[in-house]
């Protein structure tokens, strides 16, 4: 073959090297494999008497734990899945705010949430809609969806605007080999949480067992596949 | 090679490795994921580099490999492979689905192309053409001898070349 053709081996080479855009890594990607990758720190001589010490005090504080207040967790995914459970456990008890029925509360939802639904899950024999409201969580604003079960259990769908929202690998489940959302936990409920372009998505409810998280399981799918949100412009 | 030593010498191909999982995935939050994960393994693993062998190389071999178990994960889903040949472009990370928005749009025939390439003949192409590596390391990506690195690429330029041609004729 000769090698002075415009679609030559070497041309062809040329134009992949010259034609084809190049991505860089995020800075924020940048940002968090080099966090990764900083060695601990050596720890200094003092380190072993005030070990030592501090080991005391911890006995004189777990004593005081059930007096203590909640401390946030520094992981924001925990944080987050904390404030999305706190809300769907207010939800629970004194109800939505403001339920509104889909889709004629639609606009107002989105102006008032942030978030547009292209589709969304109405509902099915599984699952009974109940209500959407907005939600303000973390300081952002962002959309709850309701839906009740057969056996009470009370599914909230939420979504906020959160780009690069990390996931925890250890918790990441397969399903269906076509989704890999974390199976996060807090006080007792069960939470869904994935991203979906620059939206972070969560899906709670008090499923716990094995048996309910199965069904849990089929909710996600349920949900995921009928709901499409995306940030409003 | 000491901890430190290894994980600067690591980050400088960042930008490279991102741009080869963005090829492979399509996809920004899928690459990120991709590259997260390649990161982690390389640093785990760091003791199990061999110091004087070419560790963009090693790098970009774990980066492959991670993708490909993912990739396999979906090979097997039936709905998603035609002719044997899986969607490739289906995300294998997680969360979105295939019609999912988040993916990036190729702008010309030569990106369109080079997508519709078998993952085998685009790997070869990005590995040795755009990063310009020697065939030796791309054999070593790929666990493979050279004589075959060389053959993927002489078939795979073929592909493109015909994917090009269609192109222009429509």
């Not at chain 1, 992949?16 to 720190?41: D, F, H, K, M, V």
């Not at chain 2, 693993?45 to 190389?57: C, D, E, I, N, V």
């Amino acid at each position: 073959m000769s090698n002075h053709s415009p679609e030559s081996d070497d041309a062809l080479g040329a134009r992949l090297r010259t034609e084809l855009r190049r991505y860089a890594a995020p800075a924020y990607l940048r940002g968090s494999i080099g966090q990764t990758a900083e060695p601990p720190r050596a720890r200094p001589s003092w380190l072993a008497p005030t070990l030592a010490a501090a080991a005391t005090a911890l006995v004189l504080v777990l004593a005081s734990i059930p007096f203590l207040p909640r401390i946030l967790p520094a992981d924001p995914t925990e944080r987050l899945v904390r404030s999305v459970v706190a809300e769907h456990t207010r939800a629970l008890m004194w109800g939505a705010r403001r339920p509104e029925v889909v889709p004629t509360a639609l606009p107002w939802l989105t102006q008032e949430s942030g978030i547009g639904l292209r589709k969304f899950f109405v509902g099915d024999d599984r699952l009974v809609f109940v209500g959407a409201e907005p939600v303000y969580l973390e300081g952002r604003r962002g959309m709850a969806l309701y839906y009740r079960d057969g056996d009470g259990h009370l599914v909230n769908y939420t979504v906020l605007p959160w780009p690069g929202l990390p996931l925890p690998e250890s918790r990441r489940v397969q399903i269906e080999n076509r989704w890999r959302p974390a199976l996060m936990n807090d006080s007792g409920f069960s939470a869904w949480v994935w991203r979906q372009g620059d939206l972070a998505c969560f899906i709670v409810s008090d499923m716990v067992s094995e048996s309910d998280l199965e069904r849990f399981k089929d909710y996600f799918v349920r949900l995921r596949l009928a709901t499409e949100p995306v940030p409003a412009n | 090679m000491a901890s430190d030593e290894f994980h600067q010498a690591a980050l400088e191909h960042l930008d490279a490795l991102y741009n080869f999982a963005m090829y492979l995935t399509r996809n920004p939050p899928e690459a990120d994921d991709l590259v997260q994960e390649t990161y982690l393994r390389a640093f785990r693993f760091s003791h199990r580099f061999q110091p004087g062998t070419h560790l963009r190389a090693w790098l970009f071999q774990i980066l492959r490999n991670t993708f490909l178990t993912f990739y396999r994960l979906r090979e097997r889903e039936s709905a998603l492979a035609e002719d044997g040949v899986p969607a490739w472009d289906a995300p294998m990370f997680h969360d979105a689905p295939e019609e999912s928005s988040g993916a990036v749009e190729a702008h010309t025939d030569l990106e369109r192309a080079l997508r519709r390439l078998p993952e085998e003949f685009r790997t070869v192409l990005l590995l040795a053409e755009v990063e310009g590596m020697a065939l030796e390391d791309v054999a070593r990506v790929l666990a493979c001898p050279v004589g075959t690195v060389k053959s993927r690429i002489f078939r795979a330029k073929e592909r493109l070349r015909g994917l090009l041609r269609d192109y222009t004729k429509e």
